[in-house]
């Protein structure tokens, strides 16, 4: 025969609310939007400079970000590997130097 104590009916659901509690506070602090509470990787919203991306060449700068995700399309229709950023100058569309010419004169084609 088991015999169950009183102690252990209270115990159980006192730890049990208390993990609950737990891991609602590490949620909160890991989801918070203070500055320095989180270890949550922030995205930095800042325009970077048009050369600070390495070996991407850039092609073309436009001002909107759709105009910038258009030309990405078009030129990955065609099987150059692209990607917008912003940039101080606007958005900018970059590809890999061995595509350059391939994309600028998709780009001034059209």
Not at 11 to 39: H, N, T
Not at 43 to 63: H, K, N
Request: glycine residues 6%; contains cysteine.
């Amino acid at each position: 025969m088991v015999s169950v104590f009183a102690e252990e009916y209270f115990l159980f659901p006192v730890v049990a609310i208390a993990l609950a509690g737990v891991m609602v506070l590490l949620c909160r602090w890991a989801f918070s939007k203070a500055k320095g509470g989180s270890l949550v990787r922030r995205v930095d919203q800042t325009p970077a400079e048009p050369d600070s991306f390495g070996l991407l060449t850039d092609i073309r700068t436009v001002q909107s970000y759709n105009e910038a995700r258009v030309l990405v399309a078009r030129l990955k229709t065609f099987g150059i590997k692209a990607t917008a950023a912003r940039t101080t100058t606007g958005w900018t569309v970059y590809v890999w130097p061995h595509d350059e010419p391939a994309a600028r004169g998709l780009l001034d084609a059209s």
